[in-house]
């Protein structure tokens, strides 16, 4: 069998397995012991802050800045409720991309994604062989910059999809910009400041549609492996239906409970380098259950790729000396594509030795 398109193995579908009805879960999708669901404490009375974004507008402003300052701080993550997003649109957006994941499998073979851009199809991150692999497939796409924006890359079917997403795509971008600038006001810096260090109007954005099948042995394995995310930020629309997502608080997993057209939003990796670690990525997974599949969309909103990150000047002082090296986000990103999810070592490896 031929492994087809630069990946180390052949490549299966977590699908296929899943409605093959299978019992138990193939050997490469068993994590060791310490990284199971079952054997890491989680806690389920407590979460995220969930932050009314409608109070940026009004009398509330002051209050709204201190609570998305906190959320950022102590969390990394926060709920958006009221966000601008036309709920409508969400769900419209769900629903598509659950389409598409039901359709027969060649339609969706045809969009088979390769390891050099890993745009289309896929069911792994990462390249190395013999790696232990999530219980998920997804689908990922570019939706700026404008040359990178090639909707015959995107699904063709179900018929909405590509309208949907390049509108989804418009009103979250939105979104993100005016929190960059909430970001900028709340660690002291002019409101475009971070803006103008993602290239201003040329930053790039990207959607990971993931799909977590149904899985017979859902504490053995995970979803998707524990990680901080590589971008800037990312604008999570998690499924309504069932939760999924942990989130690393100190030593233990919160499972993240949806509000209603929520995003769960959470600082990347490269807002870390330019606060100087004044807001951290903080590190989340994905669990899977035996009766549900689930279906979250991730839009990472990213600089723009050839620019060097790195601490704002502003925020380096000599109580606080740059903390990292300066990397471009098309350097930085290859490490989880040739090495898979890794918690938060890539982020590390960065440190200066100063
Ligand atoms: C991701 C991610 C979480 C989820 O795609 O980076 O963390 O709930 N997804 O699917
Ligand atoms: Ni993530």
């Excluded at 040359?147 to 997403?165: T, Y």
């Excluded at 006001?185 to 260090?197: D, R, T, Y």
């Excluded at 997974?285 to 990472?300: C, G, M």
Aim: hydrophobic share 35%.
């Amino acid at each position: 069998m031929s492994c087809g398109k630069g990946w180390p193995e052949p490549i299966v579908r977590v699908q296929s397995l899943s409605d093959g009805g299978a019992t138990s879960i193939p050997p490469r999708y068993v994590k060791p012991p310490s990284d199971r669901p079952s054997d890491s404490s989680s806690t389920s009375n407590v979460n995220i802050p969930i932050i009314d974004f409608s109070g940026l507008h009004g009398d509330s402003r002051i209050k709204t800045l201190a609570q998305i300052s906190d959320a950022c701080r102590d969390w990394g993550f926060f709920q958006a409720v009221n966000h601008g997003v036309s709920p409508q649109l969400m769900d419209q957006a769900q629903q598509v991309w659950r389409e598409f994941f039901h359709q027969p499998m060649e339609i969706k073979q045809s969009y088979a994604n390769s390891p050099s851009t890993y745009e289309g199809y896929g069911s792994r991150l990462g390249v190395q062989k013999g790696a232990i692999l999530d219980w998920s497939d997804y689908y990922y796409l570019h939706c700026l910059p404008c040359c990178l924006l090639d909707q015959n890359k995107w699904p063709a079917l179900p018929p909405s999809l590509r309208e949907v997403v390049a509108e989804y795509s418009r009103q979250v971008v939105k979104f993100g910009g005016e929190l960059m600038k909430v970001l900028s006001i709340n660690l002291g810096l002019s409101e475009n400041h971070l803006q103008n260090a993602f290239g201003g109007e040329d930053i790039g954005a990207c959607l990971r549609v993931n799909f977590y099948p149904k899985c017979p042995q859902p504490d053995l394995t995970l979803g998707l492996s524990s990680h901080s995310d590589p971008g800037g930020i990312t604008f999570l629309l998690p499924d309504q239906h069932v939760a999924g997502l942990q989130v690393r608080k100190n030593d233990s997993w919160i499972t993240v409970k949806p509000s209603p057209h929520a995003f769960i939003v959470n600082i990347g990796d490269q807002i870390q380098v330019l606060s100087n670690a004044i807001y951290k990525s903080v590190e989340h997974r994905v669990i899977v259950n035996s009766n549900i599949e689930r279906i979250s969309l991730a839009f990472f909103y990213n600089p723009k790729s050839d620019l060097p990150i790195e601490p704002v000047k502003e925020l380096v002082t000599s109580e606080r000396p740059a903390m990292y090296m300066a990397m471009s986000f098309d350097e930085y990103r290859l490490f989880i594509r040739t090495r898979g999810p890794q918690g938060k070592s890539q982020v590390d490896s960065l440190k200066s030795r100063n």
